[in-house]
């Protein structure tokens, strides 16, 4: 029952009307959610200033343990790993902030732990009950020298004799030397440098070891090519006559001053030594015309040596440009498993150009020297009456599948795979001093370059096999068309082979592998 105040009926009566009006009046509204809209957009705003100081901060910080611990886990660095990271942190006002540090330290590793933690105050967060924001940091680096085994494979074919390649190939490849065996990476480190021409010369232990058989010692005059019998393979019986020359107490023989086997195809199907038990030597002979070349100076004159091999003005004698031989002789045969950088770097100092380029040979020894099932022969060559391995990596090579082994090859040419030839002769008396383009009759083709070229391939594609891993790297060194396509497909991706021309880059090239085989990782 409705009740009317006596008072003033007619107003009391319109009162719900006005309670109804005001509930339905929207004036005003449109201002109050514009308010809490700009409330809401402004503490967006906030929270997303607070966020992004937050990860500036949080960049610093984690830039900061990164570069500690890098530098402080790498192996050169002599001063304690958390003497470093405390140093980087005070350096960049944050020591506070560094809340642990874990070295780890091994024969051939060292691993560097460190963790950092800061807040952020916020501006706008606060708001919400948010006073502040973590920062925290973690970042682990290690350098791991595990063992390592590279067959540095380098071209020393007559075609190395321009545009200074010769002279531009020593130094990047001595200055690869120095990069791979610095610090305690050298103890774990072995090197095969494997240089190559015609043939590879494994030298006269292996070539016997593995039955190679030496042509026969015979008498040759001086002015015919012969040779002291002291500096020969081969000597004549002491009652023989031997060939007569300029010093009437020297006996001359036909030259036997280097040791490559001749192995066949069926060599090439596997990566093993060459295991036939039984192999021929090749000739001491040239194919092209190119020994005779003398060493000349900048101005075309013909430079001096004297008999110590240095260079003089004038009363010496001229020098040919390489060494005589199809096979690279003793003195420019393989070294095995080597971390001695001044051996190393002498060899590739002193080794001579020869004629051909036979890079499937070497592929083939590269190959092998990494394979485990040659370690029998490297404990033989360790042993102190040959001293040819250092006693340390007598259990080399290791096993395809250690963990804690890489194998690299590193293989440079500046030329295409040739044809193989032979004098059908080989003591023919004029193999040593005439080159067989101008004996077309004595001359024979034992394998063609297509021949060559399909074996080279075949240990390419043994190597990148994934039961043996093998990294390949390769150069070519001002070799455009074929042999950059040889090298291209040998290497392990297109990211490991490279193109040079000139000293600056192939000094780059061999630097940047020596590089990436030394890696410091940060692995976290």
């Known amino acids: 029952m409705t009740r009317i105040s006596p008072e003033n009926p007619e107003e009391n009566a319109a009162r719900p009307h006005r309670i109804t009006d005001f509930a339905r009046n929207e004036d005003g509204v449109i201002t109050i959610f514009t308010i809490f809209i700009m409330l809401m957009m402004l503490m967006v705003a906030g929270v997303g200033?607070?966020?992004?100081?937050?990860?500036?901060?949080?960049?610093?910080?984690?830039n900061t343990v990164d570069r500690a611990v890098l530098a402080a886990a790498d192996l050169d660095q002599t001063r304690p790993a958390t003497d470093v990271v405390e140093d980087y942190f005070d350096k960049t006002g944050l020591r506070e902030f560094l809340t642990d540090v874990r070295p780890n330290q091994g024969l051939n590793y060292r691993t560097v732990t460190a963790e950092a933690f800061m807040r952020t105050n916020t501006q706008f967060m606060g708001l919400l009950g948010v006073d502040s924001l973590p920062v925290p940091a973690f970042s682990q680096a290690v350098e791991d020298v595990p063992n390592v085994e590279i067959s540095l494979v380098l071209d020393i074919s007559g075609s190395m004799r321009f545009s200074n390649r010769m002279k531009n190939l020593r130094p990047a490849a001595k200055n690869f030397i120095d990069i791979v065996l610095v610090g305690p990476s050298a103890n774990t480190t072995s090197i095969n440098l494997?240089?190559?021409?015609?043939?590879?010369n494994p030298g006269p232990f292996m070539f016997g070891?593995?039955?190679?058989?030496?042509?026969?010692?015979?008498?040759?005059d001086e002015d015919d090519g012969g040779i002291d019998e002291l500096f020969n393979n081969t000597q004549l019986p002491s009652s023989d006559d031997a060939g007569t020359g300029s010093d009437a107490s020297v006996r001359y023989v036909y030259p036997n001053v280097s040791s490559c086997l001749e192995i066949d195809n069926s060599d090439f199907s596997d990566d093993?030594?060459?295991?036939?038990?039984?192999?021929?030597?090749?000739?001491?002979?040239?194919n092209w015309k190119i020994a005779s070349e003398i060493v000349r100076d900048e101005d075309d004159n013909p430079v001096l040596f004297d008999e110590n091999g240095d260079v003089v003005e004038s009363g010496g004698t001229t020098r040919s440009v390489m060494d005589w031989g199809w096979c690279p002789q003793d003195q420019t045969s393989i070294i095995?498993?080597?971390?001695?950088?001044?051996?190393?770097?002498?060899r590739i100092d002193t080794m001579r150009m020869h004629d051909g380029t036979g890079t499937h040979y070497a592929m083939k020894w590269a190959l092998a020297l990494l394979n485990p099932d040659t370690q029998p022969d490297f404990a033989q060559m360790a042993l102190p009456a040959n001293n040819l391995v250092p006693a340390q990596f007598n259990n080399r090579p290791l096993a395809y599948d250690d963990s804690e082994t890489v194998k690299y090859i590193v293989l440079m040419t500046d030329g295409q795979i040739t044809e193989q030839v032979r004098p059908k002769d080989t003591m023919h008396t004029l193999n040593p001093t005439k080159h067989l383009g101008a004996r077309s009759s004595?001359?024979?083709?034992?394998?063609?370059?297509?021949?060559?070229?399909t074996n080279f391939k075949k240990q390419c594609d043994?190597?990148?096999?994934?039961?043996?891993?093998?990294?390949?790297?390769?150069?070519?060194?001002?070799?455009?068309?074929?042999?950059?396509?040889?090298m291209r497909y040998c290497a392990s991706s297109t990211g490991h082979f490279f193109k040079a021309t000139g000293k600056e880059q192939?000094?780059?090239?061999?630097?940047?592998?020596?590089?990436?085989?030394?890696e410091l990782r940060l692995t976290q």
């Open 49 to 62: 200033v607070d966020l992004m100081q937050n990860e500036m901060r949080r960049t610093a910080l984690q």
């Open 194 to 200: 494997i240089p190559y021409a015609g043939q590879t």
């Open 209 to 220: 070891r593995l039955g190679g058989d030496r042509y026969s010692a015979a008498a040759l």
């Open 272 to 286: 093993r030594l060459p295991s036939d038990g039984y192999y021929t030597q090749t000739a001491h002979f040239m």
């Open 336 to 346: 095995y498993a080597s971390n001695n950088a001044t051996v190393l770097k002498n």
């Open 442 to 453: 004595d001359r024979k083709t034992i394998t063609s370059k297509s021949t060559n070229v």
């Open 462 to 486: 043994l190597a990148k096999e994934e039961s043996r891993n093998v990294v390949i790297y390769t150069i070519a060194f001002e070799a455009p068309g074929t042999p950059e396509d040889q």
């Open 506 to 518: 192939i000094a780059e090239a061999f630097a940047t592998i020596a590089r990436q085989i030394n």
